[in-house]
């Protein structure tokens, strides 16, 4: 565990504030929840929680339906990394950061679909070189977007056909309601 040098105290509440260097580092926003753990040796370790890495199993199997049927490349993402792959090299990408572009779409529950007018420079993963055709955004219960299926390429900025397209959002949709059940 790497020491911060940071002491906070718990106040009246039971409550302790985050450091807000820590926050930004992490990624944390107002409204995340975060899972506590304790340790035999008396510590206390938060860590964000992703409704996606609980069903990570199934998110690999998924990939690699979705990557056979769309003979594209496909990441499943939370909100902070890619948690499944299928098509391009597992080392490459898996638990890699994604780029705040595609965090700010997750966010914003917004689908990106590349179009014919486009030769997008829309990176997936920080420090890889992954063009994004396509991304839907999963859901939970609430309608919180917590993370995305993403069709890349690494080569051409050729759209995606509508078949590719409707796949993905399938997809998405059933990712999403195995995350609300």
Known sequence: MKATGIVRKIDDLGRIVIPKEIRRTLRIKEGDPLEIYTNRDGSVVFKKYSPIKEISPFANQYSEVLNNET?????????????????????????????????????????????????????????AKSNVKILMPIFANNGDSVGCIVAISNQDFEPPNETQVK???LMSKVLSKQIQD
């Open 71 to 127: 003979s594209l490349p496909i990441l499943i993402c939370d909100k902070d990394s890619v948690i499944a792959v299928s098509g391009v090299s597992e080392r490459e990408y898996i638990d890699r950061r994604i780029t705040g572009e595609l965090e700010e779409l997750i966010e914003n529950k917004k689908n990106f679909i590349l179009n014919q007018d486009e030769t997008s420079d829309f990176q997936a993963v920080e420090g």
């Open 167 to 169: 796949l993905v959002r």
